[in-house]
């Protein structure tokens, strides 16, 4: 993650003037946070579906620019062959946007609505759409189908993906009272609650977990870095 000094060099501003950005501006910012953890997140996501079949990704931006990765990914999660032909080697640009449009075509013909999404801003690397493309596959693949043991398969159907995503954390940390992705979120319990079940010996909470002593960004920002780790 990029550190304070190399986010304002990387705007043209002083220290000082970083630090008086308003908090939504550094949010946006091509190096916030949140985009790298969310990058790294989906790339673990999609390789551990990957590695079944011998592929994996190293750069999400990149990597899914000719197609093939994405063709595999999409067959590994549907458990489907594409509807029609691609080029096993794209060796030219217009191989690499008629592979990735097979797999456009292939979502649509699955029903997955896809928003703003061509097949030129996955082979161009637009880090934003890409991302909105794999979020669109977790939404589909992973939160739309049974996501932990005894889960009732008809009442996951009538639930919405937030509704399902919801549980499936109330699940995982049964001992903290979450109702919901803002407020219980903020004193960084529950982000840390959830890292400790995912990744468990990953970090070890102190006395002052359960107590909370008001430092919650402090906070927050160490368990994000547990997930970035």
């Known amino acids: ?10 705007l043209g501003l002083g220290l000082d003037e970083a630090d008086d950005m308003p ?3 550094k949010d946006l910012a091509e190096d916030a946070p949140w985009k790298k953890i969310q990058q790294n997140t989906f790339t673990r996501w999609c390789n551990e579906h990957l590695k079944c079949v011998g592929k ?13 990765r994405l063709i595999a990914l999409l067959e590994v999660l549907s458990q489907k062959r594409m509807y029609r032909k691609f080029h096993p080697r794209p060796n030219f640009r217009q191989m690499k946007l008629e592979n990735v449009s097979v797999a456009l075509e292939f979502l649509e013909r699955e029903h997955i609505k896809l928003v703003s999404i061509d097949s030129k801003a996955i082979v161009d690397g637009n880090l934003k759409l890409i ?6 596959l977790i939404l589909h693949y992973s939160i739309s189908m049974p996501m932990w ?10 639930q919405t993906p937030k509704q399902r995503l919801l549980g499936w954390i109330q699940n995982k940390v049964p001992q903290l009272p979450i109702t919901n992705f803002n407020r219980d979120w ?10 400790d079940n995912c990744a468990p010996g990953e970090w070890i909470p102190g006395p002052w977990f ?3 002593f008001g430092k919650s960004q402090w906070f927050c920002t160490g368990r994000m870095q547990s ?3």
């Open 1 to 10: 993650m990029m550190n304070n000094s190399g986010y304002s060099e990387h």
């Open 23 to 25: 908090s939504t501006e």
């Open 56 to 68: 994996c990704l190293t750069d999400l931006q990149r990597d899914l620019s000719d197609g093939l």
């Open 131 to 136: 991302l909105g493309l794999i979020w669109t």
């Open 149 to 158: 043991e005894d889960e009732d398969d008809e009442d996951a159907r009538k």
């Open 186 to 195: 903020q004193d960084g319990k529950a982000l840390g609650a959830l890292v």
């Open 210 to 212: 359960w107590r909370g």
């Open 227 to 229: 997930c970035m780790d």
